[in-house]
């Protein structure tokens, strides 16, 4: 069904933007129609440009107007730009599901019920989307407990991890919806017979990953014998390999799992230092999200929701993928 | 016994004396708990790489604070430096210009800074909050919000000056503690350090006597530019990559150095050395206490703690009559009650 709706929005998104001489923007599907959106972190770093690309993309195509937000991932900066957007009473709203269901509720119902469309990306927020389906709320992200068990089978797959090796998960689990996929790259590496220490990450290294590397360092240094480190942290993936490098680690000598493209990670993976990535495509979170507030505004379809992250790149599948990266696509 | 306490107290008065006898308890207590960690070199290697960045700035932030002002806005100079110079690298191969042009681009934040909060008179911590905004935006606007890696560089002069190992030691904390030492002397030796500590002291009063006050600001404010400037150099080469959100992250561990080192937030007094020591002990923290075997969600918590514990007890070894003043009450207290 999920599939079937899928192709019959693509097809309308097709015919939207169909090669049939450059649409006037008043002829667009979307025309008229103003989308806030929730783009997560901080203008341009590398878990959040895929996604502002994707958005702006779909809305130069559906011919929406689209009003950014970013929150640096602060779960209540999120919920006070969710109540600024509601006050300037846009068409469609965009939001990430971080702060939880309990605390959008109250706003997420206010909003339904003055006909605004609410739809959710890369975290979810399932109790309102199975509450709100019918009105167009979906969502286009990582099912992010399966992300984060996914990134530890590969870690297990590719690192040759056994029973009783010891791992690190560098995490945040504190956060509602976040730390799911924290939560299931520990349980996963745990079920697997590992002893795995768990280190939670601090605004300041959330903020500028770069001050992982000390924390990191000083782990490795204390645990010799470590195995494995994981972490669903973007940014934080892209400094493991500094933190390796200082405490001596060679390319290959311990299994790292990490999520996400930046620059930085792909030279790691190049390098070795990275075993696997999770890639959530985040491009597809910005444009679907965008595609949804269009189709159910307009002709009043349901919400999809759509796993953008199905599979992990290495260190044999980075190459294909550089010319994206670069472009702030993949 | 009387002459053995004074010679005590005459040491403890050395300027950052009391501050480094907390330093050598802190590592003494990691060497204990984590001795696989802290009887390496390396663990104190990779602790002097975050340092020393944070050192310059904090030194930096030390001489405006003396001033009687405070800088929001070295985050956002860390990130349009480091974009300069990566830039600079990345597109046209040209280090040494984007060395040049970073440390430009930090002058001209400075000096801007200091025309809006000397000449204009905008309160400096409102001044500075806006331009932290207005070039971290900016910064965004001309990356394209684009993260470089800079690839192999290793080999570049500008990384073997800057950023090369002398065996295990970073050449960067050289170039830090360098740094440290002549601002100690503009502080402590030189008319310029004098007048910031005057305007600190009491603004009205340096300006009767003839102190430029507008002038003395602005420079300091430059100055702090110049050096978030060179920080993001060291910053941007020692990673081999740029990212936007760069120097984010530093904003209260800066701040938080300052102030454990004994400057005073209200101007007018001021230790280098205090902010060199609670640098290093800033760097450390959450690395030490990781080490040690605190997990999870206790890490914050003990940070704080050991944070909060550093500057008692800094306070209590710069003054141990004061400090053991709350004792004595508590005693006399006690005992009233007894009689």
Redo the contacts between chains.
């Keep these: 069904m999920k599939r079937l709706a899928l192709i019959a929005a693509s097809g309308a998104l097709a015919l939207a933007i169909a090669p049939n001489g450059p649409a006037r923007a008043e002829d667009k599907l979307g025309a008229g129609i103003t989308m806030y959106f929730q783009m997560g972190?901080?203008?341009?770093?590398?878990a959040?440009?895929p996604r502002?690309n994707g958005a702006r993309a779909a809305a130069e195509a559906l011919g929406v107007t689209l009003k950014e937000q970013y929150s640096g991932w602060q779960p209540e900066t999120m919920l006070s730009q969710f109540r600024e957007a509601l006050a300037a009473s846009p068409g469609c709203v965009e939001i990430m599901g971080h702060p939880g269901n309990e605390a959008f509720a109250k706003l997420v119902a206010d909003a339904e019920k003055r006909g605004i469309v609410i739809t959710s990306g890369n975290s979810p927020l399932t109790k309102l989307k199975d509450q709100y389906v019918a009105n167009g709320f979906g969502y286009a992200g990582v099912d992010l407990y399966e992300g984060g068990k996914l990134t530890a089978q590969k870690m297990i797959e590719n690192g040759k991890l056994k029973k009783g090796d010891k791992a690190l998960e560098y995490g945040l689990?504190?956060q509602a919806e976040r730390g799911k996929s924290d939560q299931g790259l520990y349980d996963t590496l745990v079920a697997a017979g590992l002893q795995v220490?768990?280190?939670?990450i601090?605004?300041?290294?959330?903020?500028?990953?770069?001050?992982a590397?000390?924390?990191i360092?000083?782990?490795l240094?204390?645990?010799?014998d470590l195995k494995a480190i994981g972490t669903q942290h973007g940014?934080v993936t892209?400094?493991i390999a500094?933190a390796l490098k200082?405490?001596?680690k060679k390319p290959g000598e311990i299994t790292v799992g990490g999520i996400d493209l930046?620059?930085?990670t792909?030279?790691a993976l190049k390098k070795g230092y990275v075993t696997v990535t999770l890639d959530q495509q985040l491009y597809l979170q910005g444009f679907l999200p965008v595609m949804q507030c269009v189709l159910s505004k307009k002709y009043g379809l349901s919400g999809l929701a759509i796993n953008t992250g199905a599979g992990v790149v290495t260190p044999g599948s980075i190459g294909a993928l550089v010319p994206l990266i670069d472009k702030?696509i993949r | 016994m009387a002459a053995r306490e004074s010679a005590l107290v005459r040491v403890l008065r050395i300027e950052g004396v009391p501050i480094t006898a907390v330093l050598l308890l802190l590592v003494a207590l990691c060497m204990v708990f984590?001795p696989?960690?802290f009887l390496?070199y390396?663990?104190y290697?990779?602790?002097l790489?975050?340092f020393s960045p944070l050192l310059i700035m904090a030194a930096g932030l030390t001489l405006l604070i003396a001033a009687g002002e405070i800088d929001l806005s070295f985050p956002s100079v860390v990130a349009l430096s480091g974009w300069v110079l990566a830039y600079c690298i990345h597109e046209h191969e040209a280090p040494w210009l984007g060395l040049i042009l970073a440390l430009a681009a930090g002058a001209l934040v400075g000096f801007l800074n200091g025309v809006v909060v000397a000449r204009l008179g905008i309160p400096s911590i409102i001044a500075t909050l806006a331009t932290q905004f207005l070039w971290g935006?900016l910064t965004?606007g001309f990356?394209?919000?684009?993260?470089?890696?800079l690839?192999d560089i290793d080999e570049l002069m500008v990384c073997k000056l800057f950023v090369d190992r002398i065996g295990p030691l970073p050449v960067q904390c050289l170039w830090a503690l360098g740094l440290t030492v002549w601002l100690w002397l503009v502080l402590n030796r030189r008319p310029f350090g004098e007048h910031l500590l005057f305007i600190g002291d009491n603004v009205k009063v340096a300006g009767l006597v003839g102190v430029n006050t507008r002038r003395e600001k602005t420079r300091a404010f430059t100055l702090m530019g110049v050096l978030a400037a060179f920080a993001s150099v060291l910053?941007t080469l020692d990673?081999?990559?740029f990212?936007?959100?760069?120097?984010?992250?530093?904003l209260?561990?800066v701040m938080a150095a300052v102030f454990i080192g004994g400057t005073s937030v209200f101007g007018g007094k001021a230790s280098l050395v205090g902010t060199a020591v609670g640098a290093y002990i800033i760097?450390?923290a959450?690395?030490?206490i990781?080490?040690?075997?605190v997990?999870?969600?206790w890490?914050?918590a003990v940070?704080g703690a050991v944070l909060l514990a550093a500057v008692i007890g800094y306070r209590f070894l710069q003054n141990p009559e004061k400090g053991l003043a709350p004792v004595r009450l508590l005693r006399s207290k006690l005992g009233s009650v007894d009689r």
């Design positions: 972190g901080n203008p341009g770093d590398g959040t440009l502002t689990r504190a220490d768990y280190i939670e601090s605004p300041e290294v959330d903020h500028d990953s770069s001050l590397v000390p924390i360092s000083a782990y240094l204390k645990h010799p940014n892209a400094f500094k200082d405490a001596g930046s620059p930085a792909i030279d702030g | 984590a696989e960690a390496s390396r663990i290697m990779s602790f790489v975050s935006g965004t990356s394209h919000g684009l993260s470089y890696s690839g910053l990673n081999r990559s990212f936007n959100t760069q120097g984010a992250g530093y209260l561990q760097a450390m959450e690395g030490g990781v080490a040690a075997g997990q999870g969600f890490v914050r940070e």
